[in-house]
């Protein structure tokens, strides 16, 4: 599990300040691995989880300027459907790190390899290959040697429908590891009565799947009418996310589930089972 959350967030490319044209005179190709070559196409882009926050993706080439800079020539569609270059650059610590999680991408996602085990070599055509031994340690920043998750930072905005922790809008937040944040707020109004609904929810992800995601959680609650009744609720849940489209739970609308066990309903004083639904647009 450990080494499956390294996967994802180093793959997607810290991205440093863009660097102008004119500081990038073109130089050395840089091939980071065999697995995709000098050029990186679409397939290899979606496969590999390249290039997240570029929209409408061509190819990419990676290039060693002359001063010794390393960055990417990434080209995209534009909205006129003409094609646009962006440049992107990069450290030699990021790219070799980089490199390393690309020749190992499958066996790091099983959890069947370490980093590290074996450093990568990145080629460059036309002049020294790169490796490891060229980088001072030293001066490493902080982006360089984090270990990264292999979720993404995202927000949530969706509607929950729990006994436990409220009905209503809802709007989650998971900052890149294993815990994720809801809030659930809501009126209900009936013929004759008003009610207001607040709830959290607090999730601790038991799987770092980028396809669907089983978590444990504390929930709790109130449940008023505007007087004197309020109906506090505390939960132990356990539940399951998963996309309604797509194959992943970023960029996309996703329905889950979970059962509390026990629950404690104060009003009555009982201890029961509690369950909820949601339904949620992760960005």
Not at 85 to 96: I, Q
Not at 248 to 275: A, Q, R, W
């Amino acid at each position: 599990m450990k080494n499956r959350l390294l996967v994802l967030a180093s793959l997607t490319f810290t991205l440093l300040p863009p660097a102008t044209a004119s500081a990038q005179t073109l130089a050395d190709t840089v091939v980071l691995s065999s697995r995709i070559g000098e050029v990186i196409n679409q397939t290899e882009r979606a496969h590999y989880h390249l290039f997240p926050v570029d929209t409408n993706f061509v190819s990419a080439i990676f290039f060693r300027s002359s001063d010794g800079n390393f960055f990417a020539r990434v080209t995209l569609l534009g909205p006129d459907g003409k094609q646009v270059v962006k440049n992107r650059t990069y450290t030699a610590a990021l790219l070799l790190q980089l490199a390393e999680k690309i020749n190992h991408y499958e066996d790091l996602v099983a959890d069947n390899y370490t980093m590290g085990k074996d450093p990568a070599t990145i080629q460059i055509i036309g002049g020294k290959s790169l490796d490891w031994s060229q980088v001072d340690t030293k001066y490493l920043r902080a982006q360089d040697t984090a270990v990264a998750s292999e979720y993404r930072a995202y927000r949530s905005i969706g509607f929950q429908v729990s006994t436990v922790s409220g009905i209503g809008i809802s709007y989650g937040i998971n900052e890149q590891n294993n815990c994720y944040l809801r809030a659930t707020g809501g009126l209900i109004t009936t013929s004759n009565q008003s009610y207001y609904s607040f709830g959290i929810d607090c999730q601790y992800e038991l799987t770092k799947n980028k396809s669907f995601k089983v978590f444990i959680g504390l929930g709790c609650g109130i449940i008023g009418d505007f007087g004197s009744s309020t109906h506090p609720t505390l939960g132990l849940g356990t539940g399951i996310e998963a996309p309604v489209t797509g194959s992943d739970i970023f960029e996309n609308v996703t329905v889950g589930g979970e059962i509390y066990c026990p629950t404690i309903y104060f009003s009555s004083g009982t201890i029961s089972l509690g369950v909820g639904i949601f339904t949620s647009y992760n960005f």
